[in-house]
């Protein structure tokens, strides 16, 4: 459903385990730059009243979703650590078009969008099958049925307004150098590290 071309070699998950905090850390600072991302939009696009309608809904599971991380850091004696830069999403961000028009713009930032709810989806799918903490399994599990709506909402989105846009065509593009940028990740513990 998602059609990324590489998955994530389980063995990330041993990475995992082997710093709960972090990944917790980490998977916290992504909720709240996900509902940054969706505000956004909203901004520089309100003129589309049911786009800002959707995302004014997904932006407030976004930070249900941070407080829900920072609630298990709580729980379990770990403090939230300072924000985390992403280096994945910054190079996925480079290939986005900034020089189109409006709505190319607006077409390119749903996609760049739908591309990290689809990798943080792929990767909470794996977390929910393979970490053995039970309490986390489930989690995952929950968080990833909500990435995949994600997912399909800005997906939809952007080929609802994108329609003078080859917008498959675009994604297939994306989805090309997502393969060759993620190849460099899976080797810590962060969502997308």
């Keep these: 459903m998602l059609?990324?071309?590489?998955?994530?070699?389980?063995?990330?998950?041993?990475?995992?385990?082997?710093?709960?905090?972090e990944i917790l850390t980490d998977h916290a600072w992504c909720e709240q730059k996900a509902a940054s991302n969706a505000i956004t939009i909203i901004t520089l696009n309100s003129e589309y009243t049911d786009l800002v309608t959707d995302l004014l809904v997904l932006a407030q599971e976004e930070l249900e979703h941070f407080?829900?991380?920072?609630?298990?850091?709580?729980?379990?004696?770990?403090?939230?650590?300072?924000?985390r830069k992403d280096s994945y999403v910054n190079e996925l961000y480079?290939?986005?078009?900034?020089?189109?028009?409006?709505?190319?713009?607006?077409v390119d930032r749903l996609l760049f969008s739908a591309m990290i709810e689809a990798r943080s989806c792929e990767r909470f799918k794996l977390l929910s099958k393979e970490i053995k903490d039970p309490e986390l399994s489930k989690f995952y599990h929950d968080l990833m049925i909500s990435e995949a709506g994600h997912y399909t909402t800005f997906i939809g989105f952007a080929r609802k307004y994108g329609k003078d846009i080859d917008v498959?065509?675009?994604?297939?593009?994306?989805?090309?150098?997502?393969?060759?940028?993620?190849?460099?990740?899976?080797k810590a513990e962060t969502i997308h590290g």
């Design 94 to 106: 480079k290939f986005m078009n900034k020089g189109g028009n409006r709505l190319q713009c607006m």
């Design 168 to 186: 498959d065509k675009r994604w297939q593009e994306l989805v090309d150098f997502e393969s060759i940028v993620i190849k460099n990740y899976g």
């Design 3 to 21: 059609g990324l071309k590489l998955e994530t070699d389980p063995r990330w998950v041993n990475i995992v385990e082997s710093n709960i905090e």
């Design 67 to 83: 407080q829900m991380v920072h609630d298990i850091i709580k729980k379990r004696g770990y403090k939230l650590g300072r924000e």
